[in-house]
């Protein structure tokens, strides 16, 4: 062999095994233990320096109800997707299995939001789970602590039936609670998973570890359920009475598109978290801003009272509605809704590209309130504002103030809460604290219904009262992937049928 021939190969050698020394390189100092911790320096954070963004993506923030709406009703078929990473199932079986809010829109989706808006919600299922939970309200000491472990234990009892062991259902909820405060960490895993894996090791058997203890938690439950399911389903299986119920006789379709199949494990213990965080999370939060206003509103909380009081008989209470809806549009406590486009798009006069995501700002829709965007922005790391011109600004009156009468008659006009379909997306849009258009909550029904039973109950069981010693209720918010109050419900109980005081 010639010289010459030989030197291309010899320089592509010498370059393939530079390139491979300097990635076993890079591999390993990210793989050791980062000195930059004791320094007090995030690893995120030299990335950033570096230029490398995992799991983060450019974002166009939408804070107008107007253009929101045209894009998430109207034009529907561009903006049905969320971005990928919002969920331990999809991340953990690398994008192959999903949850409701993870799977992209298309027959899996429609199979799985039907099952949960029409059978799992169905009132066959709701009104036997709701008798099995029966006094599922609990004491309450202290407030949200309190308040999450009644509705917990409530949705454990919708979703498993009500035979599951008490400390169980503690087990379980602090399981879901450390995961859902762990889940905003695992976003790395969404983009580049091989590399983010490598990256963050610790993190990664975090999550999987997280998994694990769902797995053995729901699993052996689904089991049994399926169980007696068959020894009790001939001929014919019974009626479901459950959401796990509902998710074993649930076909959907494969991924030829013509057969059916049943759920996997991993599908259905996904599915199950996502009932049991969404159900419970959002509802507790708006409790305890509801509960936080009445506090500092003692007028409010009295003409509620007596309204609930009054309609003993079952007559539909206005104000209480009024209340909750109030604390919907105030507190909402998804803060804002995010689409990734599946293709280029103009948006309120701006350009987003195919990849980008959308990010719609509900909290401030709700409150029109210019600068809000950059207290909500500051929130969610890497975000990068291309703020939309547009702004049609419909303002409440006083839209910072607690003010339910505004939801009563003679109030302020044109008020929808669901946004659903094309027509309705003409009326003018004043809050959207459950999003609009196809991807709208589908637990809005269930989920005004429990704020109004336990508020109803709450303030006709205690007064609410602030703790004379301590400084007036502090309503500042933590933008979490929840939003609740930064510090945590503190009040004066007061039962009402006899004089007992409670500080909880
Ligand atoms: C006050 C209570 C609640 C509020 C404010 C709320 C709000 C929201 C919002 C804003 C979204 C995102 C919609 C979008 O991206 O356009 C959502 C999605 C979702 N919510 Fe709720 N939610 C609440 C309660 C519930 C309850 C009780 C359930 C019952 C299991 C539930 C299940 C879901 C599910 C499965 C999704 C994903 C829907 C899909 O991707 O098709 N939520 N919710």
Known sequence: MEMGSLLPHAASLFAVSMASLMIAAVLSIVRRPWPWKTAAISR???????????????????????????ALVRRADAFSDRPAGGGATSIV????????????HGPLWVALRRNLTSEAFHPDVSASAARSAGGGAGVVVPVRDCLYAALFALNVATCFGDGVDGELVGAMRAAQQEFLRFLPRARVFSTFQKAARLVYPDRWKQLLRHRRRQEEMYLPLIRAINEQRRTRGTPSPPPPTTYVDTLLYLEVPADDGRRRRKLSDGEMVGLV????????????????WALANLVRRPDIQTRLCGEVEAAAGGEPCAYLRAVVMECLRRHPPVSSVQRHMVRDVMLGGAHVARGNVVSFAIEEIGRRQHGMHEKLGAALPHRIFFPVSQLHYQIWTSSEEFSPERFMEGGEE???????SKQEATTKVKMMPFSAGRRTCPGMGYAILHL??????????????????????DLTADYGFITTMQHPLRALVVPLSNDRSTVV
Not at 273 to 288: D, F, N
């Open 44 to 70: 995120e954070a030299v990335l950033r320096l570096l230029g490398v963004r995992l799991g983060d993506v450019p974002t166009t923030v939408v804070r107008d109800g107007a253009v929101a709406v045209d």
């Open 93 to 104: 079986s690398g994008g192959r299995a999903h949850n409701i809010n993870t799977v992209p």
């Open 414 to 420: 044109g008020v929808r809460l669901a946004i659903g």
């Open 452 to 473: 109004e039973y336990f508020l109803a109950n709450l303030v006709t069981a205690f007064e609410w009262r602030r703790v004379p010693w301590e400084e007036e209720v």
């Open 273 to 288: 978290s996502e009932y049991l965080g969404a159900a419970t999370g959002t509802v507790v939060a708006q409790l305890e």
